[in-house]
Nanobody, 119 residues
Framework: QVTLVESGGGLGQAGGSLRLSCAAS??????????MGWYRQAPGKQRELVAT???????NYADSVKGRFTISRDNAKNTVYLQMNSLKPEDTGVYYC???????????WGRGTQVTVST
């Protein structure tokens, strides 16, 4: 069983910054984390990728956040971060942490944290 605890969401202003964190913990059998990432879902829209980072530090960003958001991870703490700068109102949504292991069925989601960007 893998548990993801997200923190850092809230209200931000356009042009401002927020930082999200997601800590993963597992109980039971050994679990090796491969990719970690963030997805978001705006009201009335489908969930979309924001950024991902693999064990090999291969990073992928959505075009809409390139140059503004930075994803990083601390492997010792099993934690992934999302630094969000130059926020825009269209960044508003629920942000979900995702962690994948080495096997296809090892795909876990956090409960989500709300990010609201005001003008």
């Amino acid at each position: 069983q893998v548990t993801l605890v997200e923190s850092g969401g809230g209200l931000g202003q356009a042009g401002g910054s927020l930082r999200l964190s997601c800590a993963a913990s597992s109980s039971g059998s050994f679990f090796s984390i491969n990719a970690m990432g963030w997805y978001r879902q705006a009201p009335g829209k489908q969930r979309e990728l924001v950024a991902t980072i693999t064990r090999a530090d291969r990073i992928n960003y959505a075009d809409s956040v390139k140059g503004r958001f930075t994803i990083s991870r601390d492997n010792a703490k099993n934690t992934v971060y999302l630094q969000m700068n130059s926020l825009k109102p269209e960044d508003t949504g629920v942000y979900y942490c995702n962690v994948k292991g080495d096997f296809v069925n090892q795909d876990y989601w956090g409960r989500g944290t709300q990010v609201t960007v005001s003008t």
